[in-house]
T-cell receptor
Framework: GAVVSQHPSWVICKSGTSVKIECRSLDFQATTMFWYRQFPKQSLMLMAT?????????EQGVEKDKFLINHASLTLSTLTVTSAHPEDSSFYIC????????????FGPGTRLTVT | GENVEQHPSTLSVQEGDSAVIKCTYSDSASNYFPWYKQELGKRPQLIID?????GEKKDQRIAVTLNKTAKHFSLHITETQPEDSAVYFC???????????FGRGTSLIVHP
């Protein structure tokens, strides 16, 4: 149980275009989802927290107009990187928290974004 | 906000040896401390966690200890195997939001 999927697993896009990453909880309802960014050999950096049906809460320094997060249902959250630049290239990982289990989070497999 | 320090950044051991990774946290209100294992290019996976009302927890070859007074917690892996090679992250969070703050990670290398 507690499986989280991400799509796509990797994506290459051109500078200036937008790319959408999906995060789905497959066998549970995720009241809260988190989006992280991870650079090579570095830790997980929390970008934003999203609760179903409400606006995402962004961490300090994360541009909310650039990284659009939508958590429209209890099983799906999306991260859209708008007007992507090479410096946005990174590993993006989502995680989900189930209703009634406030402390555990289940990670997706990650999406490798490369902006050329 | 919370600050989590993790040491060492790299740990190299021989198969069969023990490995210890240490973390300190700054906010005494933190009460949940998970440890994650991340293999290259893969998702972090929870391997063990501990709450602040417990001093030690064991699961087969893995154990975690917590010292609330000193605000530090440690991961202990005994009888290490090559498949234990990965990056290990500690984290600390507190009740309410339980949004974790992660350590910088420890790259564990187990030589056969």
């Amino acid at each position: 149980g507690a499986v989280v999927s991400q799509h796509p697993s990797w994506v290459i896009c051109k500078s200036g275009t937008s790319v959408k990453i999906e995060c789905r909880s497959l066998d549970f309802q995720a009241t809260t989802m988190f989006w992280y960014r991870q650079f090579p050999k570095q830790s997980l950096m929390l970008m934003a927290t999203s609760n179903e049906g409400s606006k995402a809460t962004y961490e300090q320094g994360v541009e909310k107009d650039k990284f659009l997060i939508n958590h429209a249902s209890l099983t799906l959250s999306t991260l859209t990187v708008t007007s992507a630049h090479p410096e946005d290239s990174s590993f993006y990982i989502c995680s989900a928290r189930a209703a009634g289990v406030p402390y555990e989070q289940y990670f997706g497999p990650g999406t490798r974004l490369t902006v050329t | 906000g919370e600050n989590v320090e993790q040491h060492p950044s790299t740990l190299s051991v021989q198969e069969g040896d023990s490995a210890v990774i240490k973390c300190t946290y700054s906010d005494s209100a933190s009460n949940y401390f998970p440890w994650y294992k991340q293999e290259l290019g893969k998702r972090p996976q929870l391997i063990i966690d501990i709450r602040s009302n417990v001093g030690e927890k064991k699961d087969q070859r893995i154990a975690v200890t917590l010292n609330k007074t000193a605000k530090h917690f440690s991961l202990h892996i005994t009888e290490t195997q090559p498949e234990d090679s990965a990056v290990y992250f500690c984290a600390a969070s507190m009740g309410g939001s339980y949004i974790p703050t992660f350590g910088r990670g420890t790259s564990l290398i187990v030589h056969p």
